[in-house]
């Protein structure tokens, strides 16, 4: 059994490095976030879209099952504190300075940067999600009601998705 210590270094070194994120999440966190309860701006929600970039997300289902394989619940336990452990400081330090540290021109040219890239990266999720699902017209129907829906409407995205999700029942 590998030791807690071990465990511990390995996953603050994965979390430390590993860059990613739950693209498809992103419109109904922004629905949430900035249309719905208007936590944050656009532009901040952008910001720190950006900035989540250096979470582990999904990884996080395999730190907790790779802990456990080698350390059992109290390695499990570890693996998922740690690999969370370096973004959540960052987003800490990052959350708390927000205001002062965008107006930091290399903070802010870095942002900007960042956010094509991430709009890359969505584009890309979007279109290897469509790739991997859509193959009929019946798919390519519903994928243009429900961009509509969420685009020119203000239904919630949690209802286009369960729609979709009986329609998809009921059609098939």
Same mark, same amino acid.
């Given at each position: 059994?590998?030791s807690?210590?071990?465990?511990?270094?390995?996953?603050?070194?994965?979390?430390?490095?590993? $860059? *990613?994120? *739950?693209?498809?999440?992103?419109?109904?966190?922004?629905?949430?976030? /900035?249309?719905?309860?208007?936590?944050?701006?656009?532009?901040?929600?952008?910001?720190?879209?950006?900035?989540?970039?250096?979470?582990?997300?999904?990884?996080?289902?395999l730190?907790?099952?790779?802990?456990?394989?080698? *350390?059992?619940?109290?390695g499990? #336990? $570890?693996?998922?504190?740690?690999?969370? #452990? @370096?973004?959540?400081? #960052?987003?800490?330090?990052?959350?708390?300075?927000?205001?002062?540290l965008?107006?930091?021109? #290399?903070? *802010?040219s870095?942002?900007?940067?960042?956010? @094509?890239?991430?709009?890359?990266? $969505?584009?890309?999720?979007?279109?290897?999600?469509?790739?991997?699902?859509?193959?009929? $017209?019946?798919?390519?129907?519903?994928?243009?009601?429900?961009?509509?829906?969420?685009?020119?409407?203000?239904?919630?995205?949690?209802? /286009?998705?369960?729609?979709?999700?009986?329609?998809?029942?009921?059609?098939?």
């Amino acid at each position: 059994m590998t030791s807690l210590l071990a465990i511990a270094w390995i996953y603050l070194r994965i979390g430390l490095m590993f $860059v *990613g994120g *739950g693209y498809v999440l992103i419109p109904l966190l922004n629905h949430i976030m /900035v249309v719905q309860y208007k936590w944050l701006t656009l532009r901040q929600f952008l910001d720190g879209l950006a900035l989540s970039q250096l979470t582990p997300g999904p990884l996080a289902m395999l730190a907790t099952f790779t802990g456990f394989r080698a *350390g059992g619940l109290p390695g499990a #336990l $570890v693996a998922t504190v740690f690999i969370f #452990l @370096p973004c959540v400081v #960052l987003m800490l330090i990052v959350g708390r300075n927000y205001e002062r540290l965008k107006k930091i021109d #290399l903070i *802010g040219s870095t942002l900007n940067g960042l956010l @094509p890239a991430v709009v890359g990266l $969505v584009a890309a999720a979007a279109w290897n999600l469509g790739v991997a699902s859509l193959s009929g $017209v019946k798919e390519f129907v519903i994928l243009a009601v429900g961009f509509a829906i969420f685009k020119w409407t203000k239904v919630s995205p949690m209802v /286009v998705i369960l729609g979709a999700g009986v329609v998809g029942l009921l059609i098939h």
